[in-house]
């Protein structure tokens, strides 16, 4: 199937952009790190303000939730930084990710170790890190806790079918994680008797969700599984809402607030009165729109003479960052400095040696008819699973750089390991904040 779309940002006037001019979507501080430094390319260029500002958001949409950052989305140093200083909690995945977000001030505490597949070792690791908070899936994973993380708090996953509706989910899970409600109800008992705190259960509607309503279905099913627990004499007290909050794209997302409204709605029909403490886990909606992508035209060319469909080699591909073009399900926002003349349609691919290193083929993107070799292609929206879905080297190209503006932070970052080195300037000396767990741990729905 063909979907025909709109693509470029159309100019705002005359002839070929300069990159100084002002550009939708691109910050000015993006702009003009991208003028003044040139940076190799391909490079991804976030916004340390608009991260601030997008948490902000998140925030006041959600002011019932403690924020959980989920650190796969983007770890640069940077980013994390900025995000504990501001009182961010953290959704981590692996050891790495706990080193790295301790090693930018988070305290243990703000720290959740929400992938419920992990190695007993990495339990043990996290526990010694002072880690408290884990989910858990499976009888296993919820042993070995048990066994290396001693009287630590669990929550239980839980698969919960997000709609396959229009409006769903961009890129949604399958059913790798969670399991089904009455097991839930099961493993969280034997939490119990484990000398674990089995204090709640979670569910992700999956990622770039574009259905503000998706969440009532996983709300309604643990509301479900907590009336279970009170009979067993385990009271469920966290909800943890996962993430799935969206970032804008070619097709622009419900406002945040509305997603708010749906969920807060959602958990008091289900739950009632019922103390709760809410917690939310967004990845993509505090860091997408702050990041930009430059790249550059490897190649231009026709299949055949009669072909007009051209075909736009970039020098950013599939392995370089953009994995979430795979069934072309994230459509990210072009600009090119040529964005003034006709357009035409493209097949947008990457640099590689790869058949599968094609972005755009079903989606007809349209770019300048004069685009060569050498022009720069910028994607918007790009600060979110590029640089930490990178690969390391495939056929020899490096890894996504990470630059982040504004200039107290002009520092490369190896986003994708988040290991300190001798860059690392950080956003400043602001004091410190407490983590929101410490700070509305107490904030209940329903009080
Ligand atoms: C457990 C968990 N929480 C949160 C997230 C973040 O999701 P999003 O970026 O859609 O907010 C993910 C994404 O993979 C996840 O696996």
Redesign the pocket.
Known sequence: MTESLVTTHPPETGSPRPDTARTPGISAPVLEFLRERRPETPCLVIDLDVVAQRFHQVRAALPWAEVYY?V??NPAREVVRLLAELGANF?VASPAEIDLCLAQGARPECVSY??PIKKLSHIEYAYRRGVRLFAFDSEQDLEHIAAAAPGSSVFCRILVASPTTEGGARTPFGTKFGCAPEMAVDLLHRAARLGLDACGASF?VG??QLDPTAWDAGIATVARVAEELDQRSVPLRVLNL????PATYLETPPPLAGYGAAIEESVRRHFGDRPLRLLV?????IVADAGVIRSEVVLVARKSADDERRWVYLDIGRYGGLAETENEAIAYRLVTSRDSGPTGPVVIAGPTCDGDDVLYQRRVYRLPLDLRAGDHVDLLGAG?YTASYASVAFNGFAPLTTYCVPADALSPTEAASGTADAHGNGVGDKERRRCTTDVISKTVVGQ
């Open positions: 989920a796969k989305a959704d929400s992938n992700h990622s770039q996962g993430g799935g909050f886990e967004p990845g993509r909606a979110a």
